[in-house]
């Protein structure tokens, strides 16, 4: 089984834990990536079913219009009852790493906005550690070398990943050679630096609910 077919397998298992909550008042929260675009694709059944989604990146609101289901904002939609994403990678303790796609803010923001999450993942991003992935920070742009001098402080290598701007009109720092033992304690240190806006560690609001693809099927993980 290739890497992307177990991504198709795990956004499959996904929609079957989220098609129960489906309902003509309802609106969901989709994340970014190759992972989270089969979650999309394998909606386009359902998108008469439930109200709408939020996306958490301009090119998931296009996948899902394309899908035929409707993007609202996050403003008029309260509190979500699910979110399903992809992650760079996840520990046992299901704190992640976000970000290689540049979403790393929305996602955090559609995230915390939603009463579970569920992260649907590869096994290669399965890790006892996190932080072999480089941690994406989205800073500001006149902040970058501040933030970055502030990184190396904290003990890593930040790499500016030129050519990138996100979403929201900002750039993005891969910091590298992180440890990250505290994840929470990380993420809430990064978050405190001027100029940042936001780092990929999810771990303050970390998934609730991780479906891995294998060569032997999809696991869904407890903790
Ligand atoms: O910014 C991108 C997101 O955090 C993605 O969820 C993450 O990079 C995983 O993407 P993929 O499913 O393509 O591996």
Known sequence: MTADEMKKAVAMAALDLVK??????????????????????????YA????????????SAQRLKANGV??????????????????????PRFNLIKGGGAALTREKIVAQASQQFICIVDGSKQVPVLGNFPLPVEVIPMARSLVARELVKLGGDPVY???????????ILDVHNLSITDPKGLEAAINNLPGVVCNGLFALRGADVVLMGTPDGVQSLSI
């Not at 030129?162 to 979403?167: A, C, F, L, P, Y």
């Open 161 to 171: 990943r030129e050519g990138v701007i996100t979403d929201n009109g900002n750039v």
């Open 20 to 45: 129960p909550m489906l309902a003509a008042d309802v609106v969901i929260g989709i994340g970014t990536g190759s992972t989270a675009n089969h979650f999309i694709d394998a909606l386009k059944p």
């Open 48 to 59: 008469n079913d439930f109200l709408g989604a939020v996306a958490s990146s301009d090119a």
């Open 70 to 91: 409707d993007v609202l904002e996050l403003n008029s939609a309260g509190t979500l009852p699910v979110y399903v994403d992809g992650a760079d990678e996840f520990d």
